[in-house]
């Protein structure tokens, strides 16, 4: 069967007092799109009226005279195709950022509304609270608002209810003196994650140029597919259409094992979370400053692998690391290990990780000086507290999923460790640790296997991380102050922001294994 050709239609932003322009122009290139053999055409987030309704939000302006429903409605039904646009919507005297989806007779099949609200967005927008899906011939389909795409909860809701694909319209912002190279982290890599831990299509339609004199858009519409490839995309600078093909019915990746009895506190009162609480329990300089090392290095045994590691450790206390990884084993006996390199350690508030086989499991042993002061063994998600902070390790895919990370999140933790089992591709494994790391604003150190290893700081930017061969260690700045503080930006906090009552779909049984097994 023949791939569903998807159309994004990238246009230039406008002021909220150029909405007929705006709308006008976005059609003209809609008919492109359609020329071109789109049966499905997408329109950036809030195309009507714009982005930025400051001044404009008032009920006497004339965009709210308006109701373009009925001209996209009567375009789809025109041009027999699929239609998504964003715009604002009036429900009950309130506005909120909407996503609706017409068919091709004009029917409205889907309407959604932005839940992460972005910087300002909340001074003229509600939140929605509801992740629906339309059916249509080609499959599920679900829709996301721009910032909806940094909360890990809102594709994988909509992944388990079975979406295969998820319209995402967008404004990404971005900053910089070049209009040809600028960027999102979410194009870079968070949205590539999404689709790839969720195994759907991901298409994006974002706008270009400068909105008010202070959102500059930065382009980049595409299509991802369930591995996180970019099948095609636009620049950053320039008005464009993209068509791109969606092989719809082709074998998607099957989801990880999930395990949601162990995430209930993603559907916990967010005041009662330790990630909550943190943001507001001080802490001295002298505990912010976690200086951080990941080892890695080959070995042939047990013996090589304590050899090593005696080696790795030592230099890393001479250098100053409150914190230290260590590659994981492959040999049973963690706690073995941790108690004969535990005394390296005495006379310091060191703190050492270390993983291996336990069983048909994996073990990760947390040790100072005084031997083993932690386990984690997947049965719990729950942070340690150590003299290095508030510590959370997963393994393999306990971090390929997004749960289990946001659940030791909201828990406190300050940094996750994550030992990758190197099965999948590394460049998409990168770019998930990095969007662990920002969706949910902590320190993430990752282990590609034996192979790699880096840190990912709350930004998600990566602070260190290994050449790609040899025995080397790698040491970053852990500031857990940085980690606490849950805004990302002024009226987006990746905690208090959270709606934990929408969030019941991920903690049932139902669709446990995923949607795509």
Known sequence: ???????????????????????????????????????????PEALFPAYYLGGGEDSAASWRKSDPRTVFSGYAAGKGIYLAAGLVLED????????????????????????????FDGRYVLPGNSFPLAVTEFGPVGMMVCADGRIPEISRILALKGAKLILDLT?????????????????????????????????????????????????GSRLIDPLGNVVASLGSSAEGILVAEADLNGPCPPMPDRTPKLYSILTADTVSTGAYLNQFDPLSAAEDEVFSALCRFSFSGMEDYLEKAARFLARALDQGNRL?????????????????????????????????????????????????????????????????????TVWGDDGWNPEPVRCLMLGGSEAVVWYGDGKRLRDISVKVARTRAAENRIFLLYFHGGEDALVAGPSGAVLAETLDEGDQAVSAMIRRSESRGKTVVPGTNIVSGRLPSAYGGLVGEKGANGSHD
């Open 324 to 392: 230290v990884c260590l590659p994981p084993m492959e040999e049973e006996g963690c706690s073995e290990v941790a108690e004969k390199l535990s005394g390296l350690l005495a006379g310091s508030d060191v703190v050492a990780v270390l993983n291996g086989p336990a069983g048909e499991g994996r073990d990760t042993v947390v040790f100072s000086a005084n031997g083993v002061i932690g386990r984690f063994s997947g049965d719990v998600l729950e942070p340690l507290d150590t003299p290095a902070g508030r510590i959370g």
């Open 1 to 43: 069967m023949k791939g569903l050709k998807i159309g994004c239609v990238q246009p230039r932003a406008r002021n909220v007092s150029g909405w007929k322009e705006a709308l006008d122009r976005a059609l003209e290139l809609a008919d492109d799109a359609v020329a071109g053999g789109a049966e499905l055409v997408l329109l």
């Open 171 to 219: 404004n990404l912002t971005s900053t910089g003196r070049n209009r040809d190279t600028l960027s999102n982290p979410q194009l870079e890599y968070m949205l590539p994650a999404r689709a790839a831990e969720n195994g759907v299509w991901i298409a994006v339609a974002d706008k270009v140029g400068l909105e008010a004199e202070t959102v500059l858009n930065c382009g």
């Open 92 to 119: 009950e005297g309130a506005l909120y950022n909407g996503a609706m989806l017409w068919g091709p007779d004009g029917r409205e099949l889907l309407r959604t509304f932005k839940s992460n609200l972005w910087h």
